[in-house]
């Protein structure tokens, strides 16, 4: 059985390219399904469980263990599977469709492992652009479940609508005397929550849905308050062909992307997998 029979893909890209510009963020249920899902669930559990025994076959793959969860980088240097995913050009041209992209392509993959009833494991109000390393006029994620999720299982939490701010948010531990040009210190969030002014959204989600989300959309975690299961997602990140190196104090190195092989607003586009 092929790969594409395991990726459904909708047809109402017009109405989802609305609401991506509306909301920031895209549910798509039963993205993936069959052999490739399995599969996929699969890669992230041999690379999580043989992390401390063996060492990676290529540097860009990494694992770290933090309270309460685990994270993954880099499996599609090393992972058939999600090489297959993210080099499916349907998937590129529906994600493409869906932020208003003429094109898109991947650059970098995260997996998260939110351990069973581990409070530690929780994520503060945050948009991920600030991370970054590039920027490009476009740069989707492709967020899939690998596990069911559900509010008590670390649900992907959003602010609706955050990602039109013209400003950037630093990450929550940042003192706001030292942000750079473009930024504006972090909002309460949950005080606009409470007061009306913004909503809150999240979807219960069955293994293989996924979300579509905007780099600047506004999104927490909270911890896993189930006492079995863990929630394990694969995040896929996608830029247009206009993206360029860009650092600021709050960039992330990326393993695969040297920094000193690269100069302020130059095209990086060559590099990606």
């Known amino acids: 059985m092929s790969a594409e029979s395991d990726i459904t893909l909708p047809e109402n890209t017009a109405d989802l390219h609305q609401l991506y510009v509306n909301d920031g963020v895209v549910p798509v249920p039963g993205l993936l399904r069959g052999q490739l899902l399995r599969d996929l669930v699969e890669a992230v559990e041999t690379v999580r469980q043989t992390a401390d ?66 409070p530690a494991g929780e994520s503060a109000w945050h948009h991920d652009l600030p991370a970054f390393p590039l920027r490009a006029t476009e740069m989707p994620t492709l967020w899939i479940a690998l596990s069911d999720v559900d509010w008590d299982s670390s649900p992907l939490v959003y602010a609706r609508g955050s990602h039109v701010s013209g400003y950037l948010y630093p990450p929550t531990t940042a003192s706001d005397a030292e942000l750079p040009d473009g930024y504006a ?14 909503e809150k959204v999240w979807w219960p989600m069955k293994p293989g849905d996924a979300l579509v989300m905007h780099s600047k959309v506004v999104h927490c975690t909270p911890a ?50």
């Open 185 to 198: 210190a972090m909002p309460d969030w949950d005080a606009r929550v409470e007061a009306g002014s913004v």
């Open 224 to 273: 896993n308050r189930n006492e079995k299961d863990e929630r394990v997602s694969i995040i896929t990140r996608w830029v247009g062909d206009d993206a360029v190196w860009h650092r600021d104090a709050f960039s992330t190195p990326i393993p695969g992307l040297p920094e000193q092989d690269w100069r302020p607003g130059e095209s990086v586009t060559q590099a990606f997998v």
């Open 53 to 118: 025994s063996e060492e990676a076959s290529d540097p860009r793959t990494s694992v770290k263990h933090l309270p309460g969860r685990s994270i993954v980088r880099g499996l599609a240097h090393t992972e058939g599977s999600v090489r297959t995913l993210v080099k499916n050009p349907s998937v590129a041209d529906f994600l493409a469709q869906v932020a208003g992209a003429n094109a898109v392509r991947y650059w970098n993959d995260l997996t998260l492992a939110y351990a069973p009833a581990a």
